[in-house]
């Protein structure tokens, strides 16, 4: 990678801003900058990793264009491994673009999405997990979803994947031990299954389920609030997001539009939908947005059927407890501020059983921390601290690891139905290539193309 034609970027937004920086990284990093920067008092020794004070000057060697502090990290101990010059120049966007366009025309270009980053790993500054942590970060939602990001920045992953490939590279030696032996004694002995490979598993899965409360961390959970109408939908939204959200009133058929906010539960964005009420539709606005609903319904995270406890059980009522049986469905019976026309032990008896049925009012607030917790137990369940901050955040690692997953397996009943020992190194060392395409040590130009181009452009 050394070698390479040298790259340039401003690494922080465009826009107005006391500063801004711009990135040079390769080798002509520093002859470029000793084109265009003028240092205070004349020269300077351009030691590494020391800032340093001048001006930069146009190309007709006059026109200073701004005052910089420069700071140079000589590769191999940088960022990128190569040489990195950041130019700290006052956050115009005016003079950040006419600072670039001098340093192409002094020798570099401009770099493509993520190729700050590309260059890191493609020099083993960290291994593909870590750069994908560092996207992660740079998009975290929240400070719990940053704090992730930096577990696996600093390397929780990538030496999770590590272990396990050791567990399966010593499985695999075994059988390899046992397949040899066997050739060589002409002997019909079937191999055992390695204890490492149960381990393995064991470890692999657990990480695998780490993956839907990272996912919460990482991108949300999607709550969404259904019932008849005039139940108290917009209400308890309201009650919820502390805010005037929806609009409230006693006619049924208020909401037709969904309504969405956003709310932290325990670190977690929870994004809440309230929804039309759910009847015979009485016109053609309403008729969409219930059809909205039934859409939503099925990519919701946790579903919170309403029901009025204040009055009895309708038609309507039932229509939608029936058509909301899944295991991420919660009750919540709104109202219990009033007299009571509904008995709980009926409500049970309608959903299977397990179902976390919650008594509410969305009016006085009763109830609603109960709720919280609720949609956090339904949706993320176990902490994630639980496997000592090893999660998975993104789909391609779980996607990998899933299949190395079933790679084992089916070298665990090759092995229990008696096959050659030949069939389970042959699935074992499947598994390893797809643990490697985690960490990179062994990936296609084309996934890693993929992967650095959704990086902002400066990372
Ligand atoms: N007493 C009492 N009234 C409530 C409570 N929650 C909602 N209401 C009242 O019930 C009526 C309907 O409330 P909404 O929040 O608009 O009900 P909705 O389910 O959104 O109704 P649609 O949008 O028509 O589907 C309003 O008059 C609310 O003030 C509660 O906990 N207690
Ligand atoms: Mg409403």
């Not at 996207?135 to 999770?160: D, T, Y």
């Not at 470890?203 to 999607?222: F, V």
Request: with cysteine; hydrophobic share 40%.
């Amino acid at each position: 990678m050394l070698g390479k034609d040298t790259i340039a970027a401003t690494a922080t937004p465009f826009g107005m801003a006391g500063i801004g920086i711009i990135r040079m990284s390769g080798p002509d990093a520093l002859a470029i900058t000793r084109r265009v920067f003028c240092p205070s008092g004349g020269k300077c020794e351009w030691k590494s990793h020391h800032l340093y004070h001048g001006d930069i000057v146009a190309a007709d060697g006059e026109t200073i264009l701004d005052e910089v502090l420069i700071s140079f990290m000589a590769g191999p101990r940088s960022f990128t491994g190569e040489d990195v010059v950041e130019i700290n120049c006052h956050g115009n966007p005016n003079i950040i673009h006419a600072i670039l366009a001098l340093l192409q025309t002094a020798g570099c270009r401009p770099a493509r999405p993520g190729e700050f980053s590309e260059r890191a790993f493609l020099n083993n500054r960290f291994d593909l997990s870590q750069a994908e942590a560092l996207a992660a970060m740079i998009s975290a939602k929240s400070a719990k979803a940053f704090a992730l990001g930096l577990a696996q920045l600093k390397g929780s992953l990538g030496r999770e994947i590590e272990d396990l490939r050791s567990l399966i590279v010593e499985a695999l030696s075994g059988l390899e031990a046992a397949i040899d032996f066997s050739e060589d004694t002409a002997e019909d002995s079937l191999p055992e299954t390695p204890p490492q490979i149960d381990q393995a598993l064991e470890r692999m899965q657990k990480l695998l389920a780490s993956y839907r409360s990272a996912r919460a961390y990482t991108e949300g959970i999607h709550v969404i609030i259904t019932g008849k109408p005039n139940v108290g939908k917009s209400s308890l939204l309201n009650a919820l997001t502390g805010r005037k959200k929806a609009i409230v009133t006693d006619i049924p058929g208020t909401t037709r539009d969904l309504i969405t906010d956003t709310i932290d539960i325990n670190g977690i964005p929870v994004h809440l939908m309230d929804t039309a009420g759910i009847r015979e539709p009485q016109n053609l606005i309403e008729q969409e947005g219930i059809s909205l609903v039934w859409e939503n319904l099925a990519l919701a995270d946790v579903i919170v059927v309403m029901l009025d406890v204040s009055k009895p059980l309708t038609d309507e009522d039932k229509m939608i407890i029936n058509a909301n049986q899944s295991t991420n469905t919660m009750v919540a019976i709104n109202k219990i501020d009033l007299p009571h026309a509904l008995e709980r032990e009926i409500i049970e008896q309608l959903f299977s059983a397990g179902t976390r049925i919650l008594e509410i009012s969305a009016k006085s607030g009763t109830g609603l921390p109960a709720l919280k917790q609720a949609v956090m137990d339904l949706s993320v369940g176990t902490e994630p601290e639980s496997n000592g901050g090893k999660m998975i955040l993104h789909l391609r690692h779980k996607l990998a690891l899933e299949a190395a997953c079933k790679n084992i397996q089916h070298a665990k009943e090759s092995l229990a139905g008696g096959l050659s020992g030949e069939f389970a190194a042959f699935d074992l060392r499947e598994a390893l290539n797809h643990l490697d395409e985690i960490t990179g040590r062994k990936i296609n130009d084309e996934i890693l193309d993929k992967i650095f181009s959704s990086f902002c452009i400066g990372k």
